[in-house]
């Protein structure tokens, strides 16, 4: 080799590791929006996601060993927001362009967003990730697939269940000889239950929210028609509360209040306290509060220590079924649009499909076909006893736009039927009235 091309040589594997050594020092910072809670105090160092307790516990656990572990040089910085107003808060910031890279989204508003042309499709870029959407469980798939194509990445299916108190049930002469608590097999055997319950324990059979809380109504409301084979929405454009099967449902559920079995004066944080602390026997709320009531239920001073037991919502009509839903993971307009952003943004994605089965210990159901097929998941708590709502889950259509404002519209009307003896049939009249109006309004 001649010295010249030798010199050449040597400049070139000089820039080769000059260009290595800039490209291993490259950085990328993504943003990444959601709810579940801030938990930093306990969480904030915590870089191994099977540590992890609980929803916030575990995703924040997640993002920190995500950042913690890849090799290219990528940082997420987490931005938390409350629950409630979280879609008005995502909207605001679309419309001012601070768009985050990855952000969390419920499976049952994502219609809404992709109509609005507010969401990329990802089928594509899933494609390049190495994330296989034939990976996804059926009710996974269908709660992000619009038209054809997939908007977003299902990370769990959740569902309304019943989290029991055995020990005050078997007060109640409610639980058989297996231990498991007998569970009511129509509406008037519930009701029959909840009486006796009551004479027996002098508290109510139910603990749920009954004030600020829209969503616990609509989707008890959800459940109980869908297991009368009913359509609360007969089309995209309109609700149907004077069914025989909606009239049944708000009966069931003003009777069950009237007579005192629903403690009275509940929000949320304070329903699911009142089941801990032993002064109702069963509280309604999603797949969610498994984790955080199994390590409450595991101290030795819990009024519900050796009795916590979880079913799906109970069958009271004509077949099971329960409401259900979905967090996914999308990426909006104007999000990750830097090429080195939206690889990193997947590569996030992927790691969170990847860990499905840690984001599962919160009680939530996998949407990773292999997750869900694995002895370590069935092997969890209760799982094979709730693994049916990926079969029974009924969530209202995608195609029903603005599910949030119809929600807050039909739960306000359900609690002023419960709070201020607000007649069935006015609570009917308006309910309609003013969900049909806002359905009328989107373009």
Same mark, same amino acid.
Request: proline share 4%.
């Given at each position: 080799?001649?010295? #010249?091309?030798?010199?050449?040589?040597?400049?070139?594997?000089?820039?080769?590791?000059?260009?290595?050594?800039?490209?291993?020092?490259?950085?990328?910072? =993504?943003?990444?929006?959601?709810?579940?809670?801030?938990?930093?105090?306990?969480?904030?160092?915590?870089?191994?996601?099977?540590?992890?307790?609980?929803?916030?516990?575990?995703?924040?656990?997640?993002?920190?060993?995500? #950042?913690?572990?890849?090799?290219?040089? =990528?940082?997420?910085?987490?931005?938390?927001?409350?629950?409630?107003?979280?879609?008005?808060?995502?909207?605001?910031?679309?419309?001012?362009?601070?768009?985050?890279? &990855?952000?969390?989204?419920?499976?049952?508003?994502?219609?809404?967003?992709?109509?609005?042309?507010?969401? %990329?499709?990802?089928?594509?870029?899933?494609?390049?990730?190495?994330?296989?959407?034939?990976?996804?469980?059926?009710?996974?798939?269908?709660?992000?697939?619009?038209?054809?194509?997939?908007?977003?990445?299902?990370? %769990?299916?959740?569902?309304?269940?019943?989290?029991?108190?055995?020990?005050?049930?078997?007060?109640?002469?409610?639980?058989?000889?297996?231990?498991?608590?007998?569970?009511?097999?129509?509406?008037?055997?519930?009701?029959?239950?909840?009486?006796?319950?009551?004479?027996?324990?002098?508290?109510?059979?139910?603990?749920?929210?009954?004030?600020?809380?829209?969503?616990? $109504?609509?989707?008890?409301?959800?459940?109980?028609?869908?297991?009368?084979?009913?359509?609360?929405?007969?089309?995209?454009?309109?609700?149907?509360?004077?069914?025989?099967?909606?009239?049944?449902?708000?009966?069931?559920?003003?009777?069950?209040?009237?007579?005192?079995?629903?403690?009275?004066?509940?929000?949320?944080?304070?329903?699911?306290?009142?089941?801990?602390?032993?002064?109702?026997?069963?509280? &309604?709320?999603?797949?969610?509060?498994?984790?955080?009531?199994?390590?409450?239920?595991?101290?030795?001073?819990?009024?519900?220590?050796?009795?916590?037991?979880?079913?799906?919502?109970?069958?009271?009509?004509?077949?099971?079924?329960?409401?259900?839903?979905?967090?996914?993971?999308?990426?909006?307009?104007?999000?990750?649009?830097?090429?080195?952003?939206?690889?990193?943004?997947?590569?996030?994605?992927?790691?969170?499909?990847?860990?499905?089965?840690?984001?599962?210990?919160?009680?939530?159901?996998?949407? #990773?076909?292999?997750?869900?097929?694995?002895?370590?998941?069935?092997?969890?708590?209760?799982? $094979?006893?709730?693994?049916? =709502?990926?079969?029974?889950?009924?969530? =209202?259509?995608?195609?029903?736009?603005?599910?949030?404002?119809?929600? %807050?519209?039909?739960?306000?009307?359900?609690?002023?039927?419960?709070?201020? #003896?607000?007649?069935?049939?006015?609570?009917?009249?308006?309910?309609?009235?003013?969900?049909?109006?806002?359905?009328?309004?989107?373009?």
């Amino acid at each position: 080799m001649s010295l #010249n091309r030798l010199a050449r040589a040597l400049v070139a594997l000089a820039l080769g590791v000059a260009m290595n050594a800039a490209q291993a020092q490259q950085k990328t910072e =993504i943003t990444f929006a959601r709810f579940f809670g801030a938990c930093e105090a306990d969480y904030g160092k915590v870089n191994e996601a099977s540590k992890g307790h609980g929803e916030c516990g575990i995703i924040t656990a997640m993002i920190n060993e995500f #950042n913690a572990t890849n090799k290219d040089g =990528i940082t997420v910085q987490t931005q938390i927001i409350e629950w409630g107003p979280y879609y008005d808060q995502i909207s605001a910031r679309m419309a001012s362009g601070d768009v985050p890279d &990855v952000s969390v989204m419920h499976e049952s508003v994502l219609g809404d967003f992709v109509a609005r042309g507010l969401v %990329d499709p990802l089928d594509e870029d899933f494609k390049k990730a190495g994330i296989d959407v034939n990976q996804f469980t059926d009710h996974g798939r269908h709660g992000v697939t619009v038209k054809g194509k997939v908007y977003a990445l299902p990370f %769990d299916t959740h569902a309304w269940l019943w989290h029991m108190n055995a020990n005050l049930f078997k007060k109640a002469g409610l639980v058989g000889a297996d231990g498991k608590i007998t569970l009511p097999k129509d509406a008037d055997d519930l009701l029959a239950q909840a009486r006796k319950f009551k004479q027996a324990t002098g508290k109510p059979y139910f603990a749920w929210p009954t004030v600020n809380e829209t969503a616990s $109504p609509l989707r008890t409301l959800v459940t109980l028609i869908q297991q009368q084979n009913g359509k609360l929405f007969p089309t995209d454009r309109t609700i149907d509360l004077h069914s025989k099967e909606a009239q049944a449902a708000l009966k069931l559920m003003d009777t069950l209040y009237k007579e005192g079995h629903i403690k009275p004066n509940l929000d949320y944080g304070a329903a699911n306290q009142a089941f801990l602390t032993g002064e109702a026997g069963c509280v &309604v709320v999603g797949t969610w509060t498994i984790d955080d009531f199994i390590a409450s239920s595991d101290k030795a001073d819990s009024p519900v220590h050796g009795g916590y037991q979880v079913y799906p919502f109970a069958k009271l009509y004509a077949k099971k079924a329960a409401w259900a839903d979905g967090h996914s993971w999308v990426i909006f307009k104007g999000g990750a649009t830097d090429p080195a952003k939206r690889k990193a943004a997947l590569k996030l994605m992927k790691f969170l499909f990847d860990r499905d089965g840690e984001w599962a210990r919160t009680g939530h159901l996998p949407t #990773n076909k292999k997750v869900i097929d694995s002895a370590e998941f069935r092997a969890l708590p209760f799982r $094979p006893a709730i693994l049916e =709502i990926t079969q029974t889950g009924a969530a =209202i259509p995608l195609t029903v736009p603005r599910q949030r404002g119809l929600q %807050d519209i039909v739960g306000e009307e359900i609690e002023n039927m419960w709070l201020t #003896n607000k007649p069935l049939e006015q609570v009917v009249k308006d309910g309609e009235a003013r969900t049909n109006k806002l359905l009328a309004s989107v373009k």
